[in-house]
Protein backbone atom coordinates (compact mmCIF):
# COMPACT_ATOMS: atom_id res chain seq x y z
CA UNK A 1 0.00 0.00 0.00
CA UNK A 2 1.30 3.33 -0.90
CA UNK A 3 0.13 6.46 0.60
CA UNK A 4 1.25 9.91 -1.00
CA UNK A 5 0.35 13.52 0.41
CA UNK A 6 -0.26 15.36 -3.18
CA UNK A 7 -0.41 19.04 -3.41
CA UNK A 8 -0.49 20.35 -0.09
CA UNK A 9 2.32 21.97 1.57
CA UNK A 10 0.81 24.52 2.72
CA UNK A 11 1.86 25.92 5.93
CA UNK A 12 -1.84 26.68 6.50
CA UNK A 13 -4.59 23.91 8.14
CA UNK A 14 -6.78 23.60 5.85
CA UNK A 15 -6.17 26.36 3.14
CA UNK A 16 -9.22 27.75 2.09
CA UNK A 17 -7.53 28.38 -1.48
CA UNK A 18 -9.31 31.28 -3.05
CA UNK A 19 -8.03 32.63 -6.04
CA UNK A 20 -7.96 36.71 -5.84
CA UNK A 21 -9.19 38.07 -8.96
CA UNK A 22 -6.98 40.41 -10.89
CA UNK A 23 -7.80 44.37 -9.69
CA UNK A 24 -6.64 48.05 -9.66
CA UNK A 25 -7.71 50.24 -7.35
CA UNK A 26 -7.15 53.76 -5.88
CA UNK A 27 -5.97 53.47 -2.16
CA UNK A 28 -6.94 56.83 0.87
CA UNK A 29 -3.83 58.78 -1.13
CA UNK A 30 -5.20 58.51 -4.80
CA UNK A 31 -2.50 55.47 -5.83
CA UNK A 32 -3.10 52.49 -7.52
CA UNK A 33 -2.66 49.10 -5.69
CA UNK A 34 -3.32 46.14 -7.59
CA UNK A 35 -2.98 42.46 -7.39
CA UNK A 36 0.03 42.80 -8.89
CA UNK A 37 1.65 45.30 -6.83
CA UNK A 38 0.60 42.92 -3.90
CA UNK A 39 2.48 39.94 -5.57
CA UNK A 40 5.09 38.38 -3.22
CA UNK A 41 3.44 40.12 -0.06
CA UNK A 42 1.40 38.21 2.38
CA UNK A 43 -1.86 40.48 3.17
CA UNK A 44 -4.84 40.54 5.28
CA UNK A 45 -8.18 42.07 3.74
CA UNK A 46 -11.36 42.97 5.19
CA UNK A 47 -14.58 44.88 3.88
CA UNK A 48 -15.96 48.50 5.23
CA UNK A 49 -17.43 51.30 4.39
CA UNK A 50 -17.48 54.78 6.13
CA UNK A 51 -20.78 55.75 7.14
CA UNK A 52 -21.06 51.75 8.48
CA UNK A 53 -23.45 51.68 12.02
CA UNK A 54 -22.40 49.23 13.02
CA UNK A 55 -19.75 46.70 12.08
CA UNK A 56 -17.16 48.48 10.54
CA UNK A 57 -15.83 50.71 13.45
CA UNK A 58 -15.57 47.40 15.29
CA UNK A 59 -13.77 45.45 12.60
CA UNK A 60 -11.11 48.64 11.71
CA UNK A 61 -10.12 49.03 15.24
CA UNK A 62 -9.59 45.15 15.89
CA UNK A 63 -7.66 45.65 12.56
CA UNK A 64 -5.81 48.40 13.70
CA UNK A 65 -4.88 45.62 16.57
CA UNK A 66 -3.36 43.38 14.24
CA UNK A 67 -1.48 46.57 12.36
CA UNK A 68 0.04 47.05 16.66
CA UNK A 69 1.33 43.25 16.82
CA UNK A 70 2.33 43.17 13.25
CA UNK A 71 4.85 46.30 14.27
CA UNK A 72 5.58 44.41 17.51
CA UNK A 73 6.58 41.10 16.19
CA UNK A 74 8.04 42.76 13.40
CA UNK A 75 6.01 41.27 10.41
CA UNK A 76 5.92 42.81 7.00
CA UNK A 77 2.66 42.24 5.89
CA UNK A 78 -0.14 44.70 4.43
CA UNK A 79 -3.63 45.40 5.03
CA UNK A 80 -6.22 46.11 2.48
CA UNK A 81 -9.52 47.40 3.81
CA UNK A 82 -11.95 47.04 0.69
CA UNK A 83 -14.94 50.05 0.65
CA UNK A 84 -18.36 48.38 0.22
CA UNK A 85 -19.62 52.04 -0.75
CA UNK A 86 -17.36 53.65 -3.37
CA UNK A 87 -19.67 55.83 -4.56
CA UNK A 88 -19.62 57.75 -1.11
CA UNK A 89 -16.27 56.12 -0.20
CA UNK A 90 -13.52 59.07 -2.19
CA UNK A 91 -9.86 58.82 -1.10
CA UNK A 92 -10.54 61.45 1.77
CA UNK A 93 -13.18 60.25 3.10
CA UNK A 94 -11.45 57.00 3.71
CA UNK A 95 -8.57 59.17 5.53
CA UNK A 96 -11.12 61.05 7.69
CA UNK A 97 -12.75 57.20 8.66
CA UNK A 98 -9.06 56.28 9.33
CA UNK A 99 -8.11 59.34 11.62
CA UNK A 100 -9.50 58.44 15.03
CA UNK A 101 -8.05 54.75 14.53
CA UNK A 102 -3.97 55.98 14.82
CA UNK A 103 -4.04 54.14 11.66
CA UNK A 104 -0.32 54.47 9.64
CA UNK A 105 -0.97 54.01 6.11
CA UNK A 106 2.86 52.45 5.83
CA UNK A 107 1.18 49.35 5.47
CA UNK A 108 -2.37 49.51 5.52
CA UNK A 109 -4.28 50.51 2.44
CA UNK A 110 -8.00 51.73 2.32
CA UNK A 111 -9.56 51.04 -1.41
CA UNK A 112 -12.06 52.44 -3.40
CA UNK A 113 -12.42 53.95 -6.75
CA UNK A 114 -14.52 50.96 -8.53
CA UNK A 115 -18.02 50.91 -9.02
CA UNK A 116 -20.69 49.38 -6.25
CA UNK A 117 -21.38 46.21 -8.85
CA UNK A 118 -17.84 45.81 -9.23
CA UNK A 119 -17.47 45.32 -5.95
CA UNK A 120 -20.01 43.24 -5.17
CA UNK A 121 -18.39 40.50 -8.18
CA UNK A 122 -15.31 41.17 -6.88
CA UNK A 123 -16.00 39.91 -3.21
CA UNK A 124 -18.06 37.11 -4.53
CA UNK A 125 -15.95 35.58 -7.03
CA UNK A 126 -12.63 36.28 -5.04
CA UNK A 127 -13.41 36.24 -1.18
CA UNK A 128 -16.61 34.14 -1.78
CA UNK A 129 -18.73 36.78 0.40
CA UNK A 130 -21.67 39.16 -0.05
CA UNK A 131 -21.74 42.79 -0.74
CA UNK A 132 -25.27 43.95 -1.16
CA UNK A 133 -26.25 47.55 -1.46
CA UNK A 134 -29.92 47.83 -0.90
CA UNK A 135 -31.66 50.76 -2.78
CA UNK A 136 -33.46 51.63 0.33
CA UNK A 137 -30.77 52.33 2.65
CA UNK A 138 -27.81 53.90 2.89
CA UNK A 139 -25.88 51.13 4.90
CA UNK A 140 -24.44 48.29 2.66
CA UNK A 141 -24.59 44.51 3.81
CA UNK A 142 -21.39 42.68 3.51
CA UNK A 143 -19.38 40.01 5.05
CA UNK A 144 -17.31 40.88 8.34
CA UNK A 145 -14.30 38.03 7.85
CA UNK A 146 -11.23 39.15 8.45
CA UNK A 147 -8.84 37.10 5.42
CA UNK A 148 -5.37 36.04 4.98
CA UNK A 149 -3.86 36.44 1.67
CA UNK A 150 -0.62 34.51 0.24
CA UNK A 151 2.33 35.88 -1.59
CA UNK A 152 0.60 34.35 -4.94
CA UNK A 153 -2.55 35.97 -4.39
CA UNK A 154 -4.55 32.95 -2.82
CA UNK A 155 -6.91 33.61 -0.11
CA UNK A 156 -5.62 30.86 2.47
CA UNK A 157 -7.94 31.49 5.57
CA UNK A 158 -10.97 33.35 7.21
CA UNK A 159 -11.14 34.96 10.62
CA UNK A 160 -13.97 36.44 12.78
CA UNK A 161 -13.73 40.03 12.22
CA UNK A 162 -16.11 41.32 14.43
CA UNK A 163 -16.60 39.45 17.77
CA UNK A 164 -13.47 37.95 19.31
CA UNK A 165 -10.80 38.12 16.25
CA UNK A 166 -7.80 35.49 17.36
CA UNK A 167 -5.28 37.99 17.03
CA UNK A 168 -2.68 35.72 18.19
CA UNK A 169 -4.03 32.76 15.53
CA UNK A 170 -3.32 35.34 12.90
CA UNK A 171 -0.24 36.19 13.52
CA UNK A 172 1.09 33.03 13.76
CA UNK A 173 -0.24 31.82 10.49
CA UNK A 174 1.07 35.07 9.08
CA UNK A 175 4.37 33.63 10.17
CA UNK A 176 4.15 30.35 8.81
CA UNK A 177 2.99 31.79 5.56
CA UNK A 178 6.03 34.75 5.57
CA UNK A 179 8.45 31.63 6.40
CA UNK A 180 7.70 29.89 3.14
Same mark, same amino acid.
Given at each position: ????ACGNTSPIKNPLNYEVQSFSFKNQDG @?? $?SL?????? $????????????? $???PMTAHMKEIQNRMKEEDINAKIISFSVDPETDTPDKLKEFAAPYSITFDNW???????QKEIENFAME????? *???PSNSD? *? !?HGTS?? !??? @??? *???????? $?????YD @???????? !????
Open positions: MIIS @QN $VESLKGD $VWIANFIFTSCET $VCPSFLTGYTSFKTI *VQKQ *V !LFY !LID @QNG *VVMKDYSG $VENPP @QIIEDMKA !LLSE
